[in-house]
């Protein structure tokens, strides 16, 4: 999923923070802003496709974006021999998604072959290399004798032949938001690595990155309730 005014923050010259409003630059027509930006809609693009299925970009609309720029990323995607469509979906419900549907329809009747990035039965240390490699473009992770400690734990239990759900920043390829576009030469310092052995995978924490909590034995949403003839909501409090 592409959006003009928030994909390429993390991709151009401006900063974007956490909770921030967006700069103006991103809530006016730039073409020239977005085109610095694209290359990180390239590499993401490409990232998919190592996964040896077809890949549909859904460029989603919002009421500041402008044809000019709608259209620049539509052509862009196409040009990166993905598929492309304008998502409406926000505001126009199903509708709006039409032709998002009738793109993943004409990638369904494409070749797929899915595979994982990596070999399962790798060693946990390699397969988060493969990934910082391949993936966001860097060197390879940092360990500390902790988190070492755990990967080795992890492989003589049993769990080193599952696959690896890293957590990161969404802001930058590396563990830096500073880094914009497709930075290169960097590497990803791995905080610590936990084990979710019900949904079979491990997850790595890069950099600051922080976790949700899970949910308790009977969610807070049992106890919210609409009335449906006064429109009043209890439970929430």
């Known amino acids: 999923v592409a959006v003009v005014g928030t994909e390429w923050p993390g991709s151009s010259g401006i900063n974007a923070e956490y909770g921030g409003q967006l700069a103006q630059e991103y809530r006016e027509e730039n073409l020239d802003l977005l085109e610095k930006g694209l290359c990180h809609l390239g590499k993401q693009i490409d990232n ?30 196409l040009g990166q021999k993905g598929l492309a469509a304008i998502g409406d ?6 509708e709006g998604a039409v032709e998002l549907a009738n793109a993943v329809v004409e990638a369904c009747k494409q070749e ?10 790798r060693p946990l240390v390699d397969k988060m290399n493969e990934i910082v490699r391949r993936i966001y473009g860097g060197e390879g992770v940092e360990l500390s004798e902790m988190v070492l400690e755990k990967i080795a734990k992890l ?14 920043t969404h802001l930058s390829l590396s563990c830096d938001v500073t880094k914009k576009g497709v930075p290169t030469g960097f590497t990803v310092p791995v ?24 949910l308790p034995t009977r969610p807070a949403y049992y106890e919210i309730d609409v009335d449906t003839e006064t429109g009043q909501i209890t439970g929430l409090f």
């Open 191 to 214: 905080k610590d690595i936990i084990l979710s052995a019900g949904a079979g995978f491990v997850y790595p924490l890069a950099g600051t990155i922080s976790t949700m909590p899970g």
């Open 89 to 94: 979906h926000w505001a126009k419900g199903g």
């Open 48 to 77: 998919l496709r190592q996964f040896g299925v077809p890949v549909v970009v859904c460029i989603n609309r919002f009421h500041t974006d402008t044809e000019k720029e709608l259209e620049m990323v539509r052509e862009y995607a």
């Open 155 to 168: 492989e003589k239990q049993g769990y080193g032949n599952l696959p690896i759900c890293m957590a990161k």
């Open 112 to 121: 797929s072959k899915f595979k994982f990035l990596y070999e399962l039965e």
